[in-house]
């Protein structure tokens, strides 16, 4: 895996310029030392970390240079992101587990993986969403999950979440799917309750949505 230097370099600088606001020159010069500190640490340990398999991450972790590990947190998101590879069979023991657990179907879960994070256990939503099935932070903590990046935890709180509005919408997938990726919230606002409510209704979801249920059902076809 390689790292263009240039993006790296932006996107530094779009973490320095985001985070917190730098009220005098001395806060100011301190982030361009860090920024340049990081950088050099960047570039220097790219070439090393593809040969040796060393994760940027677990640089991170133990590099002198790094401050705190909030300043570089999107950083090591955005390694583990580029780094990871989508295997699709390296997750079917956990599927099985979460599909035990709570009562879901196999190619269900799997088929919401694939939709969403394309079985990359570090993806990260424009909107936050995070892991395997993207579960939000709010959903995480609601459903115990400490570590949405942990596979095991993200696969077992996302099946549990669908399970609840498999419950909720009496076991009409379809809906659930709606629910899962635009909200309950929204579904109920419109009055979905059916697959014939949803049929009737499903152009007042967004086409995000429209296309998340079409595309999961598609996909599940292949896992069953």
Do not use: W
């Amino acid at each position: 895996m390689s790292i263009d230097p240039k993006l790296i370099s932006q996107l530094l600088q779009l973490q320095f310029t985001s985070g917190d606001p730098l009220s005098s020159k001395t806060g100011l010069a301190s982030k361009t030392d860090e920024f340049a500190d990081l950088l050099h640490a960047l570039l220097g340990r790219t070439a090393a970390d593809e040969a040796t398999g060393t994760s940027l991450a677990s640089t991170f972790a133990t590099d002198a240079t790094v401050r705190t590990a909030a300043t570089y947190g999107p950083l090591v998101a955005l390694q583990r992101a580029a780094s990871a590879p989508a295997k699709p069979g390296a997750y079917d023991p956990l599927i099985a587990e979460a599909s035990a657990a709570h009562g879901v179907a196999f190619d269900l879960i799997k088929a919401i993986i694939d939709v969403e994070s394309g079985f990359n256990p570090y993806a990260v939503s424009r909107a936050g969403a995070k892991g395997l099935m993207q579960l939000m932070d709010g959903t995480s903590e609601s459903l115990g999950v400490t570590d949405p990046f942990d596979p095991a935890q993200n696969i077992n709180g996302g099946s549990r979440y669908l399970a609840m509005l498999l419950r909720k919408y009496e076991g009409n997938e379809a809906v659930a799917l709606a629910a899962y990726n635009a909200g309950p919230g929204r579904v109920d606002r419109l009055g979905i309750r059916t697959e014939a409510d949803l049929r009737d209704k499903l152009h007042l979801l967004p086409e995000e949505t429209q296309a998340y249920v079409a595309n999961v059902l598609e996909r599940r076809k292949k896992y069953g």
